[in-house]
Every structure is written in structure tokens, then in C-alpha cells.
């Protein structure tokens, strides 16, 4: 063997780990998920107990007329004691009837519920809730703080649910399970629908397991008082996202956070592709900046015993690094389609093979974890990874049927097979990368023809999960070229409906 | 997670049943309400194995139709 031909095979096998590397983030995730079903046995019930501390409801609310009236008013119906529960409005300089609609609430429930008003606002919702914060760390009333946002409904026993993991003093803070709830007929509304089974139901319930936990949840934090004090008594106000370092920062001083899946809360999310782009930018631009900053955590478990362990450090840096290895995976196989047209084809096809199990399982068990939601979302829940990526993992499943696809195409279209197969081939090869230029594309249309079709049209083709690569690879160039930071708040409308 | 901690030092808040108030359950409403809640955890476990076997199932039907 010459050195030429040595370089040529090693430069193949190079080749061939860059394109199975692409199933890594699956299996992590598909790992995540056996854990699930330890959770009934391997969690926090065993330390619960009734347990009603001095709850202050810090709502931040920046022109939420259409939503704050209705949150406020169902917040004091919660299962919990009247007189241990205070709902803080903290209006950062609203133009809209916010500060009429709290102060007539303020008048009606004298003591239960506080207006406080900012005058120069816009900063950002960390800054909004520091202004609250320091005031109510200025008396000694509050024992626990629940931190959420103007829109989200939460189910009549969800504080108590959540108060309960506080009779143990190591939690220092809890999370409930954030439901997309404006059941909106929309498209993107479904695929969050289904994403936060996936994110919040199935990932928080195994992160309980790992016994660490990457985000409390923005919409749902319930902080003891200590806690909140170890922190500094105030948010982090540099990065954009701040529940994560809120949470991270948390676990760093010993105390454990805890996931409390059967609280529900109903939240509004972004119903076009062009409002979940900002959403997901900043949420992705934060995880960047949470990433440096804890640099030190990573895969150190001696350091770190919770956010240090393998299987944490691989499940974040695989969703953060997907994008890449998606764009290595297809750039891979089109070099090796090109050197060794029968060695790329097997690459794909282990590739493909690994995802179609791990899609079926992990596609399956989230529509079980919560069923109401999983029946609205089925077909969001298959075209997750797009209409082209699903028959890609229809034809590793049945190659058969795919060849047989084929010859009718080539029939109908009177084109030579073995070109058609060539173009198909190619078209596969590349569009692990190339889906995440289609996902771009339903934003790019979403943001200039606002109401256009084609826009969610293109995200069941490139597929949800592309279009949060596509965002991640976004933010990627902005933290690069040091965009400036900035709040993009998400528009509320009311659609939340209590189920 | 671990029971590292000593249980004297869970702070147990119970609501004597004399003091019933709207919408806090008892302890016995209580326990009932976890044990409910742990149960719905263990289920979870079965929805896992059906998934699971559904997994199997579909790479079965597919070594049959490559045979």
C-alpha cells in the first residue's frame, strides 16, 4: 500500500465518523429518554410534604393589557392559602392600559395584589424583575418568590404542587411543566406544542433523574428566599438568558432544582415562524453566552458533581453543536459519494438507520408522556424532522418501497433511472445541511410576506428541529459579530385557554 | 435524587383537620395526592416499554419485508 492510498482510507474513515457523529445528538437524546421511566422511582416525592411559605407572584409586565387582568385574576384563585400569597405586578413602563387594569386590581384586593411601576423601562425582562425583587427583599414578608411572565395560566393546584418540594432546605428552587396553551389551529403553535413534551415533560423529568437540571423554566420559578439571597438577591442582567444562568448559578451553590411535572402551566408562544426566530435567537444567543461563561462546569464531575456529568455536558453540547454537525455530516458525504460512491452509501444508510430507531422511539413515547397534547400534534409530531427527512427514514426502513418510488418517478417523468437515482442520492446526501437553508427560507419569507402560506409550508418540509438549527447556526453569526443584545419581546394576545 | 438529608429536617406544614381551609388538602388528601402523583410517574415506565416494543416491532416487520 502506497502512502497515497494510506492517506486516501484514512481520509475515508475521517470521512465516515464525521457523517455517524450526525447520530450522536439522537442517541444522547434517545439516552435521555430511557431515563424517563426511572422517574417514578428516582425523584423528589420522597421528600414532599405540605408545605405553604409566604408566596410573592412576581409577574413582569411591559404592555400586556390584553393578558395581565385575566393572569392576576386567576393567580388569586390558586389552591393556597389567602393570606399567604401576593401577586406583584411589576409594570416596566407600560403605554397600554397595563397600569390601569393592575391598579384597579391593586384597589380591589388591597394587600393581595401590588403595583409597582417603573418609569424608564424596555431594558429587558431581568431588569423588570430586579426592580421587584429588590422590593420585596426589603422586608422580611416574603419566604418564596414564583417567577413568571404576564401571559401564562396556571392551574389551580400548580403553586402548591410546586410549594411542596420546599419543605426540603436543599431545593433551592422549583420548576413546573410549561404547556403551549393557546391551542391554536397555527402550525408553529403545534410544533411548540409537541417541542415543549419533548424540552420540558420528557427532558426536565430525566434531568430530575441525572439529579441536575439546565433551565428553569421562565414562565414557572418558584425560588425560596435563601436562595434568591445566595444569588446576590437580584437576576443576571448580561446575558439573554437568564433563567439558565439563574439556574446553573443555583446548582453551583449546592442547592438542587427540581422539575414538578404534574404542575401545569399554559403558556402563549409565537404563533408565525418570524416571531419564534426572535424568540428562539435570543434563547439561542443566551445558551452561547451560558456556554463561555461556565466554561469551568463541563464534563467535571469532581468539580461540579451535578452540571459537571458526562451525560449533561453531552446533551447540551449537542443540541448547541447540531448545527455543525450537520453541515460536517453532509459535507462528508458528499466528499465520500465522490471517493467512494459504495462507502458513502453505507455511511448514510447507518446514519439513517440509527435515526429511524431512535426517532420511532423517542416520536412514540413523547405522544404517550401527555397524551392531550399528543393528540393534536401527531402529524407535527412525525414531520418534526420535516416531510423530506421523514421519507428518508421511510425508505431506510423499506428500501424496497423506494425503489419502487423511483421507477414510478422515472417512469412519469420519462428521466434515464440511474440519473434520477444519482440526483435523489445527492439531494439526500446533502440535506442534512440543506434543510436548515429551507428552515431560514420559511423566515426570510415569514418576515417579508407576513401571512404567507408558504412560510409554515416550508418548516413541514425542512422540519421543525431544522428550524431550531437554523436558529442556533444564526446565532452563532451574531454572537461572532458581536450583534448587540436586545430584548425582542414576544407578543401576547390572550389566546391561553385553561383546559 | 439521593435522601442525603436527614427527615427531621423536612418542614411539614401540615393543616390540622380542624382548620380546613378552602382548596389545601389534609395530610391524608396530601399523601393521597403524592401517591397519585408518583403513580402517574410509574406509568411512564410502561408508555417507555411500549415504545420500546414498538421499536423491535417496526425492525422486525422490516428484516421480514428485506428477506
Known amino acids: ?499 | 435524587m439521593s435522601n442525603q438529608i436527614p427527615d427531621e429536617t423536612i418542614e411539614d406544614e401540615t393543616i390540622p383537620d380542624g382548620e380546613r381551609i378552602e382548596g389545601i388538602p389534609t395530610r391524608t388528601e396530601f399523601d393521597a395526592e403524592v401517591a397519585a402523583d408518583v403513580r402517574t410517574e410509574r406509568r411512564l415506565l410502561a408508555y417507555e416499554l411500549i415504545a420500546l416494543a414498538l421499536v423491535v416491532a417496526l425492525l422486525v416487520v422490516r428484516q421480514l419485508w428485506l428477506l
Request: charged share 20%.
Open chain 1, 1 to 499: 500500500m502506497d502512502l497515497t492510498t494510506a492517506l486516501v482510507d484514512t481520509f475515508e474513515v475521517v470521512l465516515t465518523l464525521l457523517v455517524l457523529i450526525g447520530a450522536v445528538p439522537l442517541v444522547i437524546s434517545a439516552i435521555q429518554f430511557l431515563l424517563i421511566g426511572l422517574h417514578g422511582w428516582r425523584n423528589h416525592y420522597d421528600r414532599v410534604a405540605p408545605c405553604y411559605p409566604r408566596v410573592a407572584v412576581l409577574v413582569p409586565a411591559w404592555n400586556e393589557g390584553a393578558v395581565i387582568g385575566a393572569t392576576v385574576d386567576r393567580l388569586l384563585t390558586l389552591d393556597y392559602p389567602a393570606d399567604r400569597l401576593r401577586v406583584v405586578v411589576v409594570d416596566d413602563a407600560s403605554t397600554d392600559d397595563t397600569p390601569d387594569v393592575v391598579a384597579d386590581r391593586a384597589r380591589r384586593n388591597p394587600g393581595r395584589v401590588v403595583h409597582l411601576r417603573r418609569e424608564e423601562g424596555g431594558q429587558g425582562k431581568a431588569h423588570t424583575l430586579n426592580h421587584g425583587l429588590a422590593e420585596l427583599l426589603s422586608d422580611d414578608w416574603m419566604e418564596a418568590v414564583l417567577i413568571m411572565d404576564a401571559d401564562v395560566i396556571y392551574r389551580r393546584d400548580s403553586l402548591r404542587k410546586m410549594t411542596r418540594h420546599l419543605a426540603d432546605p436543599t431545593v433551592g428552587a422549583v420548576t413546573a411543566y410549561i404547556k403551549e396553551g393557546s391551542q391554536a389551529r397555527a402550525a408553529v403553535n403545534r410544533f411548540v406544542g409537541y417541542e415543549y413534551i419533548t424540552a420540558q415533560a420528557a427532558a426536565r423529568r430525566s434531568q430530575n433523574v441525572q439529579g441536575v437540571m439546565a433551565c428553569l423554566a421562565g414562565g414557572a420559578q418558584l425560588h425560596r428566599r435563601d436562595n434568591l439571597e445566595e444569588l446576590g438577591g437580584r437576576i443576571d442582567t448580561e446575558t439573554l438568558a437568564e433563567d439558565t444562568v439563574t439556574t446553573f448559578q443555583t446548582q453551583r451553590n449546592g442547592r438542587r432544582v427540581v422539575f414538578e411535572g404534574n404542575a401545569v402551566v399554559l403558556a402563549e408562544e409565537p404563533a408565525d415562524v418570524a416571531a419564534l426566530w426572535r424568540q428562539r435567537l435570543r434563547w439561542a444567543r443566551g445558551n452561547i453566552a451560558v456556554t463561555r461563561r461556565f466554561s469551568d462546569v463541563w464534563f467535571r464531575r469532581r468539580r461540579e458533581p451535578r452540571m459537571g456529568g458526562i451525560l449533561f455536558g453531552l446533551s447540551w453540547f449537542s443540541i448547541l453543536l447540531l448545527p455543525l454537525v450537520m453541515i460536517a455530516g453532509s459535507t462528508s458525504l458528499l466528499v465520500l459519494y465522490l471517493l467512494d460512491p459504495s462507502l458513502a452509501w453505507s455511511a448514510f444508510h447507518g446514519l439513517w438507520v440509527i435515526n429511524l430507531v431512535t426517532f420511532v422511539f423517542i416520536t412514540a413515547f413523547t405522544l404517550m408522556i401527555d397524551p392531550s397534547v399528543g393528540r393534536r400534534t401527531v402529524v407535527e409530531a412525525f414531520l418534526f424532522p420535516g416531510l423530506v427527512s421523514f421519507a428518508i427514514i421511510v425508505a431506510t426502513c423499506f428500501p424496497a418501497l423506494a425503489s419502487w418510488s423511483v421507477d414510478q418517478v422515472s417512469e412519469i417523468l420519462s428521466v434515464d433511472r440511474t440519473t434520477l437515482v444519482r440526483i435523489v442520492t445527492l439531494l439526500a446526501y446533502s440535506w442534512l445541511a440543506l434543510c436548515m437553508v429551507v428552515a431560514w427560507l420559511a423566515k426570510v419569507v415569514a418576515v417579508r410576506r407576513p401571512g404567507s402560506r408558504l412560510s409554515p409550508a416550508l418548516v413541514y418540509v425542512a422540519g421543525y428541529g431544522a428550524l431550531l438549527c437554523a436558529v442556533t447556526f444564526a446565532g452563532y453569526v451574531e454572537e461572532l459579530r458581536g450583534a448587540e443584545m436586545t430584548w425582542d419581546r414576544t407578543v401576547k394576545t390572550g389566546k391561553v385557554a385553561v383546559s
